[in-house]
């Protein structure tokens, strides 16, 4: 739900712009209007839940992050394209996860 607070939705709809044109320059071209129209509805429907990545974090347990937005990144480099939003993303979630495990090893 805290997408939804006017400082996430703007990194929401970079994210969002970044992964529109990598789906563009794969090839498989989406509706903006209709991906944001989607995105905002699964915001609001899940609301109250707690995604599986802070579950992950409150937890210790390293996150799916390398499958979710690595794998974005991976296609993207195989096709010349950057991802800054992402790749942002992906490295601040990274260094939690190597805590994470450097916890465990302790």
Excluded: C, W
């Excluded at 805290?2 to 498989?28: M, T, V």
């Excluded at 690595?70 to 096709?79: N, P």
Aim: net charge neutral; hydrophobic share 35%; charged share 30%.
């Amino acid at each position: 739900g805290k997408l939804l607070n006017p400082i996430y939705k703007r990194r929401a709809d970079i994210l969002l712009f970044e992964d529109l044109s990598l789906s563009k320059k794969i090839g498989n071209e989406l509706d903006s209007d209709e991906m944001t129209e989607y995105l905002y509805s699964v915001v609001k429907n899940t609301f109250n839940n707690r995604s599986s990545m802070l579950q992950d974090f409150q937890n210790q347990r390293r996150t799916e992050i390398d499958f979710l937005n690595g794998k974005l990144l991976r296609i993207a480099a195989s096709v010349s394209l950057e991802l800054p939003e992402n790749r942002n993303i992906y490295e601040s979630v990274k260094l939690i996860d190597r805590e994470i495990i450097k916890g465990r090893m302790h």
